[in-house]
Each structure stands twice: as C-alpha cells, then as structure tokens.
C-alpha cells in the first residue's frame, strides 16, 4: 500500500495544496497550528469516510467556503486507485469515478494504521474509547463487521427512544431484540477474533520493549457474559431484560456496553500501569495491527504518526522506526528531525513552504 498523491481543497486551513509523497518516510514538519494534522485527518477519511476529530463533518469545509473534496491516489497490491471524497451538505464518494452509496463500500480500499498522542489516554479512559479504537481496526479487515455494526447501533437507537418515551410494550421490544441478537452475536464474533489475533503480537512486542520484563495481553469483555456470539443465547439474555430495561428507560446488555481491559504481568493498566507502560502497550497495538494487516491481505498498511516523536523517549522511538522502515510512513512533528531516506514538507498556514 502506497500513497502516491493527496490533493486538499478547501479542507480545514487548506485552499489548495498537492502532497506527493514517497514511498519511505515523509515528514510534515512545522509550529503547532498551522495544519500538520489536518494532512493525516484528510488521509484517515478514506479508511472509513469520515473524520476522527470531527464532531460535525462541515467543520472540515474552509471558512467561508461551501464544500470540501480530497482525492487520494494510491495503489494497493500493484493496482492504482482513485478515491474521492466530496462534502457539502451531503458526502459524495467516489472511487475511480464511480459513486459510492455506502459508506461500508468504501471500507478495505485504503488500509492505514493511525497513531494520535489522544490514543495515550485509550488504556485509562471509558470504555467507549476502547471500543471505538477495536471497531475502526476491526472495520478496515472485515466491511461485513462495519455493516453489522452500523445495522446494530441503528436498531438499537430506535429501542432506547421507545424505551426512554415509555410508550413500547414487550412485543415491540420482543421485535427489536431479535433483530439486536442478530447484529450483536456477529459484532461479538468479530470482537473475540480479534483479540485472539491481536495478543500474540502484542505480547511479543511488549516484551522485546521491556527487554523481556513484561508480559501483556488484552481481554475482551463482553456484556452478554457466556456465548456471546450464540444468537440464541444472545437473544435469550435480552428478552430476561425487558422488565429492567423499561424500568430503566435504556437498553443495558449488547455491544454498546462491551469493554477490553488491557493487562501487564496480570495487573489490570487502567489501574496499575505507569506512563511508560501505556506508551509501550500503545505502540506494541499498533506494530499488532500493522502485522495482522499484513497477514490478512498481504500488504503492509501505510502509517501515520501524529506527533509521536514528543510522546516518546530515544529508546522506544528507535525501536518503532526499526520497525516500520519497510512501510511509507508519513509523520508530523514541530521540528525537522533526521529522517534516513526521507521527504519533507514545511507547514505554514495551510500552504506547503
């Protein structure tokens, strides 16, 4: 996977500006504020059509413009790809000119592995953040979990209103819960296979980093307690529920309520772990979803690094650097740091100096 060409119109502080990168390290370097991240922002829409800073999807249009558009060029297994992303009222997608109805359509087309100094606080924060961070990975290997998903989340909305508004009866929420067991046992099926495939890796770069001193391993944590991915069973739990849910007023079992809790030498992180044992279990997730992206597709994802090199001591960033320089890497940082084989572009005010 290899990027080739990113093109920003009217995107965030960008007018108009043409990144070509090379297929190494490419590093975008300038003072904060000036629109270092909004390049990686812009690259990570095409893994999943939308913005992982956003909360509205027009606080990426410039001011005072009407609408933005991105264009990526890249190939993916010696085929080059076109993708287009266009947003105004509405989001039009394109992928070598063709439209896009379905955001899950454009999902496995561009496969990057993001790195944010935000994801520093995914060990200690709630479980929502954790569980954001296994979807996005797990929806760039599997669209079908994306669908499953985006179908799950949607019925459950119409449940939790209904519940909320006291005006469903057991029948209707009867409905709604097939539909949930449905969505949810196939959202856990994907969720337990992935942590299964993440904590081989993970477990060996933790130690490799900690010099043989740590062991860690990830467990998933699941609402619905035994046979998660089961329909039946799945189904089963829900309908025990009912008379507490409409007490209540809100859905209490599914994959919304799910959570991953992370382990150093068997002490739970959220609890125990120190600074340099989360940037380390940070950095062992990403080499973990880089390798399985590899394994899967036989590709290696590109990376992006916000502002890594801050948020980690000289040994560490050797070691990460050690391990990507197979991949093109694209990075930002405030100074111009000694890259081997690297390009670099200068920031300034949403223009390329």
Not at 320 to 330: M, R, S
Request: glycine share 4%; aromatic share 12%.
């Amino acid at each position: 996977m290899k990027i080739k060409k990113l093109t920003l119109l009217n995107f965030r502080n960008y007018k108009k500006e043409e990144f070509i990168f090379n297929e190494n390290v490419n590093v975008i370097y300038g003072k904060n504020g000036q629109g270092k991240t909004n390049v990686l922002e812009a690259l990570y829409f095409f893994c999943n059509g939308r913005s992982y800073r956003a909360t509205k999807e027009k606080e990426v249009i410039k001011k005072g413009e009407e609408k933005a558009k991105i264009i990526l060029d890249f190939s993916s297994n010696m085929r080059n790809t076109k993708c287009e992303i266009e947003i105004e009222n509405t989001k039009i997608i394109k992928v070598n000119g063709i439209g896009i109805g379905k955001l899950s359509e454009l999902i496995g087309y561009f496969k990057a592995i993001m790195f944010t100094p935000d994801m520093l606080s995914l060990i200690k924060e709630g479980p929502s953040k954790r569980r954001n961070f296994i979807d996005n990975f797990i929806s760039v290997l599997y669209p079908v979990y994306f669908k499953s998903l985006v179908s799950y989340y949607k019925v459950l909305k119409q449940k939790n209103n209904a519940l909320k508004l006291k005006n469903a009866d057991d029948e209707m929420l009867k409905v709604w819960n097939i539909s949930l067991a449905k969505y949810g046992s196939i959202v856990s099926k994907y969720r337990k296979h992935i942590i299964e495939k993440i904590n081989p890796y993970a477990k060996k770069y933790q130690k490799e980093m900690s010099s043989e001193k740590e062991e860690f391993f990830i467990k998933y944590n699941p609402s619905v307690k035994e046979k998660c991915d089961d329909e039946s069973y799945f189904l089963s739990v829900l309908d025990k529920n009912i008379e507490r849910e409409k007490e209540i007023g809100f859905s209490l079992i599914g994959p919304h309520r799910d959570d991953f809790d992370f382990f150093v030498n068997n002490m739970e992180m959220k609890l125990y772990a120190s600074q340099g044992q989360i940037r380390t279990a940070v950095l062992s997730l990403i080499l973990s979803e880089s390798d399985i992206i590899d394994e899967i597709f036989n590709e290696k994802p590109v990376i992006l690094l916000d502002d890594i090199m801050s948020e980690l001591d000289i040994e560490r960033r050797m070691y990460l650097l050690g391990k990507i320089k197979d991949k093109q890497v694209i990075i930002t940082c405030t100074d111009k740091e000694d890259f081997d084989n690297a390009k670099f572009f200068k920031i300034e005010d949403g223009k390329i100096k």
